[in-house]
């Protein structure tokens, strides 16, 4: 069984509960999962402090990670930031959390491929030709043992609703990952937790926020489990209770493999 945590929207800076922090590092020595991916939003404002805080709380997790940024990890649209906002939109990212935008890690039992999804204007939520040509390239290089995964930020789900910041064509890029075997797809963004399985056969697993304290919906802080096995994936969502001071498995949805095997 391959084991994965996803972790999302850490939003170091205002209203981040580094209490929380501790919790989730002996979370994870516990669980003891094969990988951890964080799917963007390290920070509040890209401050470089905040970088720092992110990247410091990042070097204590003992596990192969895959990280991607979110809208809020470039530098905001005010004037002294506009021309890094445009020149270099990642530099501060790059510097602190990983070298490569986009990225790829395979650890036993899963291909994981991170895309970065934002752009310096408009709202986030779509790749451009070259990551949906370097998407396929990937692909064909996973093992056949290993459950292809796809991070990206911005949730590929709305419901079918004017788009609430999500993707701006959600089904051209879920058409794309099924093309190309993808069977996971990993994301965050709203701060509110989510696992489904869409027309294509494709897991989505949204993560809450797992530290922040912009909280939405009535929901708490959380972020997932996730195993799969030959025939299925599941997807726990590991919710905050302040009474208990812990994170508790409190939402489990199990899904058939689309690729499954026999
Ligand atoms: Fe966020
Ligand atoms: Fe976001």
Redesign the pocket.
């Known amino acids: 069984m391959a084991t994965l945590i996803q972790l999302s929207?850490l939003?170091f800076g205002p209203l981040h509960n580094s209490h929380l922090d501790e919790i989730i590092l002996q979370d994870i020595a516990a669980l003891d999962p094969d990988v951890v991916v964080v799917s963007g939003?390290f920070t509040m404002r890209a401050r470089y402090a905040e970088f720092e805080q992110a990247r410091d709380f990042l070097s204590r997790i003992n596990k192969p990670t895959l990280a991607i940024p979110?809208n809020?990890d470039q530098p905001i649209l005010r004037l002294a930031d506009w021309i890094e906002r445009f020149a270099h939109q990642y530099s501060r990212y790059q510097k602190h959390i990983h070298t490569d935008i986009d990225s790829m890690l395979v650890v036993p039992g899963w291909f994981i491929v991170g895309l970065n999804d934002n752009h310096p204007i408009a709202p986030g939520g779509f790749w451009s030709v070259k990551q949906r040509t370097w998407i396929q390239d990937q692909m064909v290089c996973a093992p056949d043992e290993c459950v292809k995964v796809v991070v990206t930020h911005h949730q590929l789900s709305w419901g079918g609703k004017w788009r609430p910041a999500g993707f701006w064509y959600p089904t051209r890029a879920l058409d794309l990952l099924a093309r190309n075997g993808v069977e996971l797809v990993l994301n965050?963004?709203t701060?509110v937790p989510l696992a489904e399985q869409t027309a294509q056969g494709i897991v989505i697993a949204r993560a809450g926020?797992a530290t922040?304290g912009?909280l939405r919906h009535g929901n708490s802080n959380s972020y997932n489990f996730i195993w799969a096995d030959s025939k299925q994936i599941s997807v726990f969502v590991r919710r905050y209770y302040e009474k208990t001071d812990t994170f508790v498995s409190d939402r489990a949805f199990t899904f058939p493999r689309r690729n499954n095997r026999p």
């Open positions: 929207d939003h939003d979110g809020h965050g963004h701060h926020t922040s912009r």
